[in-house]
């Protein structure tokens, strides 16, 4: 993360006073030419870091330079020591290191208050990606991958990656297309033979929207649930109301059109039933047809 790595920066140059783009670079793992970048932010934000050339001659700060604690605001100081706490979630090693640094500056230790964990199956299977994702944001370089959208086709993209968002329980780079000229959402799941190219871009003035239901149709649905499989509602469905009967619950909610919505609810089994709209139960209807005779024909 930039703002670890510069916090990181000062540290190291306050404790060796100077060090070589290439040292920096190796030691973060970054290109020599994000390490003049890091600078360049450090001496807009006032750090008074200076560079040499010549034997012996590097990146340096300014004789008698400390920094400063009382800078930062006392909420600010929290703030980054929960930033921090935070990234290490993430299995990040940099943050774990700076922030046993940041807590020695600020003489104080960050208040363990929230524990996250998103490191489900499918973030593990998907790690070399989320890595490499990662590693392309950084550097503001493009990326290639085949993609398989919800229809089940599969197309070629090129993107600008600027962000990797976690919502609805799924991971999510969000980078602007090539192909499609906009700006998109792509799940990290149905990413396959990512490759980071050597595509250089400059980051565009885009505004993220993180509503991914936008694209969507919803359509009013009443459901009757057992009781037994009321949790998975509680859990997975954004109901409206709820009523509750001896054996079952009675749920109204708005639920996408997308053709994987039957196969969500027909999951559920002959716990389910779909009161309302028409439509839609006979939707299920035909699905269930369709999987009956697809196993009359394997076994006839």
Known sequence: MQIARLLETVYLLLEKRTMTAHALADYFEVSVRTIYRDIDVLSQAGIPIYTSKGKGGGISLMDHYV?????????????????????????????????????????????????????????????????????????????????????????????EPMKLIFKGRAWYVWGYCLKRNAARFFRLTRIQELHVTKEHYTRRDIVLKTDLSQNHKYIPVRLKVNKKSAFRILDELPYRNMQTTEDDIIVEADITDQSWMIDYLLSFGDQLEILEPVSLREALKERITAIQKLYEKRTG
């Open 67 to 159: 920094l400063n604690r009382s800078l930062l605001t006392k909420e600010e100081q929290e703030q980054i020591l929960t930033s921090l706490s935070a990234m290490k979630h993430m299995q990040e090693e940099q943050p774990s290191r700076i922030l046993q640094k940041m807590t020695g500056i600020f003489q104080k230790e960050p208040l363990d208050w929230i524990d996250v964990d998103f490191h489900d199956w499918t973030l593990q299977k998907q790690q070399k990606n989320f890595d490499l994702i990662k590693h392309a944001i950084f550097e503001q370089t493009v990326i290639s991958f085949t993609y398989m959208d919800i229809q089940g086709q599969h197309t070629q993209r090129k993107i």
